[in-house]
């Protein structure tokens, strides 16, 4: 089984509106990392987050790490519709990067 | 610098035959990894090698091997190609590891087994 799981799965909301991402995972971590991936082509690298850190930005992101409920969220204010593409939460297990089953954005403008 | 490269980037095999993709890393990053994404599976870790030697590998049959050459450039093979290897195989570069920090990812080969 996959060692981060997102929610929700899919996610629609209107340009300009804010979108949050959740990711479990199992075991603990030295770091989780955000990716997004358009159109089935290559991953995008957005932000990574070490174990002993709570809170991260990047431009119109921002992430949540919660070590004791084993979880991160993922936040991007003011979506644009190029935001739309699927995102996944990363982490490492047993030396193995692992990355959960996505959630799909769409961004209507 | 010029980005991760994959070669090739679509391709179509018959069940049976066996395939080897290419991946050129970030000029001066030691480790490379692979990754099988599928619609079923979502996206499954391969392996990685660091320095020309496999450091990790995932849950995958015998069939799907790999190796990195002294210039850092990868190469993976699946033998022996079933319906179910049909899928985009990506790779990953980075200077220290794939546990310590931030992976580039090249643009995929996607592989159609009929």
């Known amino acids: 089984s996959q060692q981060g799981e997102e929610d929700p799965q899919a996610l629609s909301i209107q340009e300009g509106e804010n979108a949050t991402m959740n990711c479990s995972y199992k075991?603990?971590?030295?770091?989780l990392q955000w990716y997004r991936q358009n159109s089935g082509r290559g991953l995008v690298h957005l932000i990574l987050?070490?174990?002993?850190?709570r809170e991260k930005h990047s431009g119109r992101l921002r992430v949540t790490l919660d070590t004791s409920k084993k979880s991160s969220s993922l936040l991007i204010t003011a979506s644009r519709a190029a935001d739309t593409a699927s995102y996944f939460c990363a982490t490492d297990a047993r030396g193995k990067l692992v990355f959960g089953a996505g959630t799909i954005l769409r961004v209507k403008s | 610098k010029a980005g991760v490269t994959q070669t090739p980037r679509y391709l179509i095999k018959t069940r049976g035959q066996q395939v080897t993709l290419s991946c050129s890393p970030i000029?001066?990053?030691?480790?490379v990894s692979w990754y099988q994404q599928t619609p079923g599976q979502g996206l499954q870790f391969l392996f990685e090698?660091?320095?020309?030697?496999?450091?990790n590998k995932g849950n995958f049959p015998g069939r799907f091997s790999g190796r990195q050459f002294s210039n850092s450039r990868s190469e993976m093979n699946v033998s022996t190609l079933e319906l179910g290897d049909s899928a985009l195989y990506l790779c990953a570069s980075s200077s220290l590891g794939l546990l310590e920090e931030t992976q580039y990812f090249g643009p995929g080969t996607r592989l159609l087994v009929l």
């Open positions: 000029s001066g990053h030691r480790s």
């Open positions: 075991t603990s971590i030295n770091n």
């Open positions: 987050i070490r174990s002993n850190e």
């Open positions: 090698y660091f320095s020309e030697t496999q450091r």
